[in-house]
C-alpha cells in the first residue's frame, strides 16, 4: 500500500525558518519524479516544488525561488523542503505527491508575526 | 511558464447528469495532464494521468480526453460522492502548474 506521510507543519515567525518530510511507503523515491503543492486558506492548488527522479533535477515556483530547497534521502526514502525567510503568503496546507499519483494528508505551515 | 486555465468555474449540476468540465493549456503539452479532485477539508485525489488514463480506484463513469492544450474531463452520471472541486495540472515541464478549479455543486 502506497503512503506519503508529511510532517514539520506547526506556527512560525515571519523571517524565520521550516523544514517539512515526506515519508514515503510502497515505492522508491528514484522510481518517481516528487514534489510539494500548497493550498492558502480558501485557494486552489498551488504548485510549489519538484525534484526528478533521478535527483538531479530540482524546480521551483517564482513565489518561493531562492527561499525554498527540495531535497531527498534515498535510504530513508523520504522528501524534504526547507523553507527559509517565511512570509505570512506561504500559509497553508502543504501536501507532498509522486507526479500525478500519490498524495499525503499534507501539514499545516502557519506564518505571521 | 504554462498557464491553465478551467471552464466553468462552477457548475450546477443534478444526480445523474452528465458533466463536462474544460482545461487549456497556454502552449501544448502533448498528453502530460492529470485530473484531481479534491472534498472540502481533504487532501486531493488523482483521477487520471496522461490526459485519459483512469486511475485504479476511480469509477468508470469518469473519462478523460484531449491532447496539445484543450482537454476534457467528463462524468456521465454525477453520483452524490462526485460533488467535489476538479483540478487539471500540467506536468510537461517545470513549473508543473494546476488550473484554478472547477466546483461541482448541486
Known amino acids: 500500500e502506497v503512503q506519503l506521510v508529511e510532517s514539520g507543519g506547526g506556527w512560525v515567525q515571519t523571517g524565520r525558518s521550516l523544514r517539512l518530510s515526506c515519508v514515503v511507503s510502497?515505492?522508491?523515491?528514484?522510481?518517481?519524479?516528487m514534489g510539494w503543492v500548497r493550498q492558502g486558506p480558501g485557494k486552489g492548488l498551488e504548485w510549489v516544488s519538484g525534484i526528478s527522479s533521478s535527483g538531479v533535477t530540482t524546480a521551483y515556483a517564482d513565489s518561493v525561488k531562492g527561499r525554498f530547497t527540495i531535497s531527498r534521502d534515498t535510504a530513508k526514502n523520504t522528501l524534504y523542503l526547507q523553507m527559509s525567510s517565511l512570509r505570512p503568503e506561504d500559509t497553508g496546507f502543504y501536501y507532498c505527491a509522486s507526479v500525478a499519483d500519490y498524495w499525503g494528508q499534507g501539514t499545516l505551515v502557519s506564518v505571521s508575526s | 511558464d504554462i498557464q491553465m486555465t478551467q471552464s466553468p468555474s462552477s457548475v450546477s449540476a443534478s444526480i445523474g447528469d452528465r458533466v463536462i468540465i474544460t482545461c487549456r493549456a497556454s502552449q501544448g503539452i502533448t498528453n502530460s495532464l492529470a485530473w484531481f479532485q479534491q472534498k472540502p477539508g481533504k487532501a486531493p485525489k488523482s483521477l487520471m494521468f496522461?490526459?485519459?488514463i483512469l486511475q485504479s480506484w476511480v469509477p468508470s463513469r469518469f473519462s478523460g480526453s484531449g491532447s496539445g492544450t484543450d482537454f476534457t474531463l467528463t462524468i456521465s452520471s454525477l453520483q452524490p460522492e462526485d460533488f467535489a472541486t476538479y483540478y487539471c495540472q500540467h506536468y510537461h515541464a517545470y513549473p508543473y502548474s494546476f488550473g484554478p478549479g472547477t466546483k461541482v455543486v448541486l
Open positions: 496522461g490526459a485519459s
Open positions: 510502497g515505492f522508491t523515491l528514484d522510481r518517481y519524479g
